[in-house]
């Protein structure tokens, strides 16, 4: 085979690589037959029960468990420098989300640490004061149940009350405006599709 027509097949695989790439599932969905089979322990504070609307008081919750409305999920890691760089915009962020009464009790945060233990996880929280629900995912379950998610890493899910939801956002990355990602999550759910001021 000639210099010139090795060169030529190495362009059209190329070429054909780019069109499967451009044709496969958005990322944006690439969790949502997964991301319910996520467990989590079921948290001893009763307000943070309450936050979520659990009825259950031990063991484990499914996400499907979680009351009806706007559920963002970060997937975080205490040691992970993106992760603590954005905690202070994620705070802000859930901040934003508690002090709007058309929000207050339609949107939800939690955090999930991946690898971390709950010391780990209560070390995070303590550090970065932070007021929404943490959870801890020590082996990993979290992780590997939702496979090639980066640091931080959130998800977006709109959920029904029937143990049903529907993803319309996950993306590897933090974000540097909280009023703009809400407003970007509020329009992507359909919650407020036109965002709110």
Avoid: W
């Avoid at 695989?13 to 949502?32: D, F, I, R, T, V």
């Avoid at 970060?74 to 040691?79: H, K, V």
């Amino acid at each position: 085979m000639s210099q010139r027509n090795f060169i030529v097949c190495i362009i059209a695989l190329a070429l054909m690589h780019a069109s499967m790439l451009g044709a496969a599932e958005p990322p944006e969905l690439k969790y949502n037959q997964t991301i319910g089979k996520i467990k989590l322990a079921v948290p001893e504070d009763p307000r943070i029960r309450d936050y979520l609307g659990l009825k259950v008081k031990t063991g484990q919750f499914g996400i499907g468990q979680i009351r009806p409305g706007l559920l963002i999920i970060q997937i975080f890691n205490m040691y992970c420098p993106h992760c603590q760089h954005y905690a202070p915009r994620v705070n802000e962020f859930y901040k934003l989300i508690q002090t709007d009464s058309r929000l207050k009790d339609r949107v939800m945060l939690i955090g999930i640490g991946v690898g971390n233990s709950p010391f780990e996880v209560d070390i995070y929280r303590k550090k970065f004061s932070v007021m929404f629900p943490l959870f801890d995912d020590k082996g990993y379950a979290v992780y590997n149940t939702l496979q090639d998610v980066l640091t931080p890493h959130f998800i977006g899910l709109i959920l029904d009350g029937k143990g049903t939801y529907r993803m319309f956002y996950s993306k590897n990355g933090g974000f540097d405006d909280p009023a703009a990602f809400l407003n970007e999550m509020l329009k992507l759910s359909a919650l407020f599709p036109g965002g709110i001021q």
